[in-house]
């Protein structure tokens, strides 16, 4: 028999000695796959259904070693793996683990707490709002969504979910003044940039589909949302009877980054009495940068602002974060009292209970992981790390504009570049169809993933430079292979 196997070895369910032998070799199988990451091939390879073949068909009624276990990832789970974390890992927006992120993560597996009232962890909830007070120093943002006033932060498991809150917050407030029989006549505005989270929002939060005003944004603002057209939609809007309450602007689109003026946007939402929300889940990291911060300028006139520390600020997902500049349109919308969470401190409303600022009662302690994130590394460092990105996706898309064969889409701002194998004989149809086999070439080629998305009718390629561990090989050595691939459906 096995010692694992026998009963002193048998594993407990906790067990201080255990944990420490067993931790330690799970840090080591971790960060072996971290020093031989480039060995993989970035886009998974398997087909679907590929993981039923390899495992059993019920759960082991005994126990099993932590060798058999880590064996059975190697062999059968991490082909099945899409490298995120890889280098050449160029395809979404990045989604960054740091080994600062790797640190609080484990930590709060390891303290265990489930923090959502005050009283459940007084520490959770404080660490989290000093945080996320000092994440909004570092972007300069309003003072409006510091804690120590009205507003306030919380962390939320994803800009989707930052959206729905917020929404729901919106459309509670303008009821209680409208009534609750007026659901059918809110009306929602956004670019057709905005990200498919605010329709799913929308549908949950009970907006009719045909109330929901998705504007147009032309490569003539580069995909910005013109606010002319905003408030014509706005206009149409108020002579039919509907109730304009909700608009969506976007700093760093997901398809190409465009930004939206906000001071413009804001000042229609206030002059309507709309709640004004903020996407930056992206882009917004790089506005701790003072001279990206201009990208953000105007958010004084947002309701709230969201940007996802999960994607491009080395914190592990997930980790996103929202300022409101009313915490009690939050907690009004979504606050429950039952009898067995009360106690004296959110009785006397000496404290935040960050249940009733999110969907779900239970969360975890994720403000750790961003409070190691700022104190290991440091605002100065963060600021390089995005920099550097910056520098390297303008080292990709000078690449792409020495060559004839392919063409910057939309103007680089941050460090994603959108390009394309340029037209022969002006026939879009076939560039499309030409851009989507590129595409299919170089991701199956497993040297590196890209992803695709449309504007105006043009299929565009997309490569997001911001995995902690690309360099400028990676991004000079992914863009011969683009060629090379690209070399095969050229007219010959």
Not at 43 to 63: E, K, T, W
Not at 314 to 336: E, G, R
Not at 467 to 473: Q, W
Request: charge should be neutral; hydrophobic fraction near 40%.
């Amino acid at each position: 028999m096995n010692m694992e196997n026998g009963s002193r070895n048998v594993l407990k369910p906790m067990d201080s000695e255990q944990l420490r032998e067993y931790g330690h070799r799970m840090v080591d199988f971790v960060a072996d796959y971290y020093k031989t990451i480039e060995t993989f091939p970035v886009l998974s390879q398997v087909q679907p259904g590929y993981l039923h073949n390899l495992l059993p068909d019920s759960a082991p009624d005994h126990p099993e070693t932590v060798e058999q276990v880590l064996d059975d990832v190697k062999t059968k789970i991490l082909p099945g793996v899409t490298h995120w974390q890889s280098p050449n890992f160029f395809a979404y927006y990045p989604s960054n683990s740091s080994v600062a992120g790797f640190l609080g993560e484990m930590l709060s597996a390891g303290l265990g707490i489930v923090g959502f009232s005050w009283v459940t962890s007084p520490a959770a909830t404080e660490l989290e709002m000093i945080v996320l007070d000092w994440l909004a120093k570092l972007l300069n943002l309003p003072e409006q969504f510091l804690s120590k006033g009205k507003g306030g932060g919380v962390i939320q498991g994803s800009a989707s979910e930052a959206t729905l809150v917020v929404m729901i917050a919106a459309r509670d407030k303008v009821l209680r003044s409208v009534g609750m029989n007026s659901l059918g006549k809110l009306v929602v505005y956004s670019s057709d940039q905005t990200h498919s989270a605010l329709q799913k929002a929308c549908q949950i939060a009970g907006i009719h589909p045909e109330n929901c005003r998705v504007l147009k944004a032309e490569s003539t603002t580069n995909y910005a949302l013109c606010p002319e057209l905003l408030q014509e939609a706005v206009s149409r809007d108020l002579e039919a009877g509907l109730i304009p309450f909700f608009l969506c602007g976007n700093v760093g689109t997901t398809s190409s980054t465009a930004v939206d003026p906000l001071g413009a946007l804001g000042k229609i939402a206030k002059s309507n009495e709309m709640w004004f929300h903020v996407d930056a889940a992206y882009a917004g990291s790089a506005c701790i940068c003072p001279e990206y911060r201009q990208y953000i300028d105007g958010v004084e006139t947002a309701d709230s602002f969201n940007m996802n520390a999960h994607k491009w600020f080395l914190t592990n997902f997930d980790c996103s974060l929202l300022w409101v500049k009313d915490q009690y349109a939050l907690t009004q919308a979504l606050s429950t009292n039952p009898e067995f969470l009360k106690n004296k401190a959110s009785q006397a409303n000496l404290v935040v209970d960050y249940k009733d600022w999110q969907i779900p009662l239970g969360r975890r302690f994720r403000s750790l992981k961003l409070w190691m994130v700022l104190r290991l590394y440091g605002a100065e460092t963060l600021k390089k790390y995005i920099r550097n990105h910056i520098k390297l996706a303008k080292v990709f898309e000078q690449l792409v504009s020495q060559d004839p064969n392919f063409e910057v889409i939309t103007p680089r701002i941050f460090a994603l570049v959108c390009f394309r194998m340029v037209p022969t004989d002006n026939d879009e149809k076939k560039c499309n169809h030409q851009n989507l086999e590129l595409l299919e070439a170089v991701n199956s080629s497993g040297k590196l993933f890209i992803s695709h998305t449309a504007l105006s009718g043009k299929i565009v390629l997309r490569c997001a430079i911001g995995a902690p561990l690309t360099e400028e090989k990676h991004v000079k050595e992914t863009w011969k292979v683009i060629q090379e691939k690209a070399s095969y459906l050229l007219p010959k």
